[in-house]
């Protein structure tokens, strides 16, 4: 008898040939037990759960992207998931805000931006008054006043020398009055003319003021803007002010330079009450007190805000004294140190 081959099984006797039943189960009836699979081409496969969740997210994003781009205006590019700003972990979406900035301080006003502009033709004049309302002068050279008695009259691009009282002087009840680009100066400096008696809705703008007694004086709703009054005449018994206030509402100084004897600017209740006097971004110089806001007859001033302005030093007491309620902010020597306007009215020091 042959050895099978090193590693073969042994052969088994030949005999008749058993199949094995599959066993059935406890507690199943017979009837339960699997069928054998038979041959044949596999029938589809039914895809997992994952597949699904992969698809409806894949949707999801497409129409977000397609609704962003609906939204987003035109020639600017839909913000994607990369570009969002995402939030943090456990607490509420980022928000980027803007950061508040301080507008810029527009130029100080001189001879390059006040007055009668480099190259305009002007013609020569005498002394006017205006009496047609809405009437427009331009483009005049004035040797003498400016008598105006008729609302909404309008100066533009002229030189006025003004005299014996005044260069321009608006009658009271006329309202609407406004000067721009234009030089009143006399001939001879004179502490007898005063350049600008305003009535009550007076504006100003670009306007270069010099050799008068006073700049402007100022009527209810005066704005005087962009301005330069200076080297005005302050002889012996002078008191010149670049701006004097006697009275009135809803005065606005802003962005001028003013240069007085007396003071830069002059206020009391004087004639009237004064409320809502706004003093912002002037360069002030000169004067006892460069800015000397009072009470008289008709109580204190009310509503009184200075802002934003700078001082120079060397006035005789101080550079303000204010009677009354102040509203003051970011105001300071023209160095740009910081000035508080306080009950002391912040001195010289």
Same mark, same amino acid.
């Given at each position: 008898?042959?050895?099978?081959?090193?590693?073969?099984?042994?052969?088994?006797?030949?005999?008749?040939?058993?199949?094995?039943?599959?066993?059935?189960?406890?507690?199943?009836?017979?009837?339960?037990?699997?069928?054998?699979?038979?041959?044949?081409?596999?029938?589809?496969?039914?895809?997992?759960?994952?597949?699904?969740?992969?698809?409806?997210?894949?949707?999801?994003?497409?129409?977000?992207?397609?609704?962003?781009?609906?939204?987003?205006?035109?020639?600017?590019?839909?913000?994607?998931?990369?570009?969002?700003?995402?939030?943090?972990?456990?607490?509420?979406?980022?928000?980027?805000?803007?950061?508040?900035?301080?507008?810029?301080?527009?130029?100080?006003?001189?001879?390059?931006?006040?007055?009668?502009?480099?190259?305009?033709?002007? @013609?020569?004049?005498?002394?006017?008054?205006?009496?047609?309302?809405?009437?427009?002068?331009?483009?005049?050279?004035?040797? #003498?006043?400016?008598?105006?008695?008729?609302?909404?009259?309008?100066?533009?691009?002229?030189?006025?020398?003004?005299?014996?009282?005044?260069?321009?002087?608006?009658?009271?009840?006329?309202?609407?009055?406004?000067?721009?680009?234009?030089?009143?100066?006399?001939?001879?400096?004179?502490?007898?003319?005063?350049?600008?008696?305003?009535?009550? #809705?007076?504006?100003?703008?670009?306007?270069?003021?010099?050799?008068?007694?006073?700049?402007?004086?100022? #009527?209810?709703?005066?704005?005087?803007?962009?301005?330069?009054? @200076?080297?005005?005449?302050?002889?012996?018994?002078?008191?010149?002010?670049?701006?004097?206030?006697?009275?009135?509402?809803?005065?606005?100084?802003?962005?001028?330079?003013?240069?007085?004897?007396?003071?830069?600017?002059?206020?009391?209740?004087?004639?009237?009450?004064?409320?809502?006097?706004?003093?912002?971004?002037?360069?002030?110089? #000169?004067?006892?007190?460069?800015?000397?806001?009072?009470?008289?007859?008709?109580?204190?001033?009310?509503?009184?805000?200075?802002?934003?302005?700078?001082?120079?030093?060397?006035?005789?007491?101080?550079?303000?004294?204010?009677?009354?309620?102040?509203?003051?902010?970011?105001?300071?020597?023209?160095?740009?140190?910081?000035?508080?306007?306080?009950?002391?009215?912040?001195?010289?020091?």
């Amino acid at each position: 008898m042959s050895r099978p081959a090193h590693g073969a099984p042994p052969a088994r006797a030949a005999g008749p040939v058993q199949t094995a039943t599959p066993p059935v189960r406890p507690g199943r009836p017979a009837t339960a037990a699997r069928r054998p699979r038979t041959a044949g081409p596999p029938g589809p496969r039914r895809p997992g759960g994952w597949w699904l969740l992969v698809a409806l997210l894949t949707a999801v994003a497409a129409a977000a992207t397609a609704l962003a781009a609906v939204r987003s205006p035109a020639g600017r590019p839909a913000p994607t998931a990369a570009t969002r700003a995402q939030p943090p972990a456990g607490g509420l979406p980022a928000v980027t805000l803007p950061i508040a900035r301080r507008p810029a301080r527009p130029p100080r006003p001189g001879p390059a931006t006040t007055g009668v502009p480099p190259g305009t033709a002007l @013609h020569p004049s005498g002394p006017l008054t205006v009496t047609e309302a809405g009437a427009v002068i331009e483009g005049l050279d004035v040797d #003498g006043p400016v008598d105006v008695q008729a609302s909404g009259v309008t100066i533009r691009r002229c030189r006025i020398r003004g005299g014996p009282w005044w260069g321009v002087r608006v009658h009271d009840g006329v309202t609407g009055t406004r000067i721009e680009d234009t030089e009143i100066a006399p001939a001879t400096p004179s502490g007898q003319v005063d350049a600008i008696r305003a009535g009550a #809705g007076f504006s100003g703008a670009r306007l270069d003021v010099h050799g008068t007694s006073d700049g402007l004086k100022a #009527g209810g709703g005066t704005r005087l803007e962009a301005s330069w009054i @200076h080297d005005l005449a302050d002889g012996p018994g002078d008191h010149s002010d670049a701006v004097q206030v006697l009275g009135g509402d809803g005065i606005v100084l802003v962005g001028n330079v003013l240069e007085g004897g007396n003071a830069a600017v002059m206020a009391s209740t004087e004639l009237g009450p004064i409320r809502g006097l706004r003093i912002e971004g002037n360069w002030l110089s #000169g004067g006892a007190y460069t800015l000397n806001v009072r009470g008289g007859p008709h109580g204190l001033p009310l509503g009184v805000r200075i802002s934003g302005n700078r001082f120079a030093r060397g006035a005789t007491y101080g550079p303000a004294v204010v009677d009354g309620p102040l509203e003051q902010t970011d105001n300071s020597w023209a160095d740009g140190r910081r000035l508080d306007l306080g009950p002391a009215g912040g001195r010289n020091r």
